[in-house]
């Protein structure tokens, strides 16, 4: 089975939300392809300045497609930009798996893609991504939480977590301790551990 892994940059995206989980997936390069993209295309820059280049989206029914949706202080602007979402919530509709890191869940939630499902976010900005659509059941206590097809995780870092959970589910725990040891990274391998959820209430 091979996925397009399709990564959704835009101005000031958070650099650890994107390059911890591509670290893992690229582990993988005979069952992911990385693909980053955006709306127009192009040189994107994230809130550490990081340039990175980026494709237009293409539709290509005839791959395996994931959406991954990162956070950052873009995420702000973001949620008001009617077309943005509209692309999002398009792009997800071709999409086998919807993976989000942190505030990421913000879009995901504004496009109308996570009604009726669990999914978590950054504690530290859970009330302001709560407040863009109370139509989904947030985890307040969770570093990932899956549900169906879709992926959510806490801030920053927990998306690295959520990455080999999501390979765990995909290719089994072997697999994800390969790769976690293999970048000398302490997994945490409990969605549910999460001493971040209690220190901004």
């Not at 029914?61 to 009617?82: C, Q, Y």
């Not at 589910?169 to 549910?192: C, P, Q, R, T, V």
Request: hydrophobic share 40%; charged share 25%; glycine share 8%.
């Amino acid at each position: 089975m091979i996925y397009r892994v399709d990564i959704l940059l835009f101005d000031k995206f958070e650099t650890l939300d994107v390059f911890g989980p591509v670290e893992i997936l690229g582990k993988l390069p005979e069952v992911f392809k990385l693909n980053f993209i955006s709306v127009d295309g192009g040189i994107v820059e994230s809130s550490q300045k990081v340039r990175v280049e980026t494709n237009l989206y293409t539709r290509d029914d005839d791959t395996l497609k994931i959406l991954f949706v990162p956070g950052g202080s873009g995420t702000r602007e973001k949620v008001h930009d009617n077309d943005f979402i509209n692309f999002i919530e398009n792009i997800s509709k071709q999409s086998k798996y919807i993976i989000s890191v942190c505030t990421g869940s913000a879009l995901l939630a504004k496009a109308g893609i996570l009604n009726g499902k669990r999914a978590t976010t950054n504690k530290r900005a859970f009330n302001w991504v709560t407040e863009q659509n109370e139509d989904v059941l947030w985890v307040k206590e969770a570093r990932w939480v899956k549900d169906g097809n879709i992926y959510t995780s806490s801030g920053v870092s927990a998306g690295i977590d959520m990455a080999l959970g999501f390979i765990e589910d995909l290719m089994g725990k072997e697999k994800a301790l390969e790769i976690s040891k293999g970048i000398e990274y302490l997994w945490n391998e409990d969605s549910n551990y999460d001493p971040f959820s209690k220190m901004y209430e």
